[in-house]
């Protein structure tokens, strides 16, 4: 390739690395700031029937003891967590790791364009 073609190339990677870095920082910085809401991978909150209070009929089976113990943790967990603060963790872990990766691939195509330049150089 001539010297031209390879510097060109290296710096359009160069340029496309450091974009992406720039990028992925700017919308985790919007993330955690809570200008905007983190990609919804997870929505772990539970549909629940609308009934009138007193209706609710509990029938307790011979076997029906890890469904109460479910209902009682599920009760107590409720009580501790705000709605919906599982799912925003989950959703904030999981664009901490997408960003980490998107950080990792910018940095391995600027050090891509950051060699290629240095070969053009040296021919």
Same mark, same amino acid.
């Given at each position: 390739?001539?010297?031209?073609?390879?510097?060109?190339?290296?710096?359009?990677?160069?340029?496309?690395?450091?974009?992406?870095?720039?990028?992925?920082?700017?919308?985790?910085?919007?993330?955690?700031?809570?200008?905007?809401?983190?990609?919804?991978? =997870?929505? *772990?909150?539970?549909?629940?029937?609308? #009934?009138?209070?007193?209706?609710?009929? !509990?029938?307790? $089976?011979?076997?029906?003891?890890?469904?109460?113990?479910e209902?009682?943790?599920?009760?107590?967990?409720?009580?501790?967590?705000?709605?919906?603060?599982?799912?925003?963790?989950?959703?904030?872990?999981?664009?901490?790791?997408?960003a =980490?990766? *998107?950080?990792?691939?910018?940095s391995h #195509?600027?050090?891509?364009?950051?060699? !290629?330049?240095? $070969?053009?150089?040296?021919?």
């Open positions: 390739m001539s010297k031209k073609c390879l510097k060109f190339f290296g710096a359009v990677l160069l340029i496309l690395g450091v974009g992406v870095i720039i990028w992925t920082l700017f919308l985790s910085y919007n993330i955690f700031t809570g200008e905007t809401d983190a990609p919804a991978l =997870f929505d *772990l909150e539970k549909e629940e029937e609308n #009934l009138p209070p007193g209706t609710e009929e !509990i029938i307790i $089976e011979e076997g029906d003891f890890p469904g109460e113990i209902e009682l943790l599920e009760d107590q967990f409720s009580t501790m967590l705000p709605a919906g603060a599982m799912g925003k963790m989950f959703n904030l872990i999981a664009w901490s790791v997408l =980490f990766i *998107l950080i990792f691939g910018g #195509l600027a050090t891509l364009g950051i060699k !290629i330049l240095k $070969e053009g150089k040296r021919e």
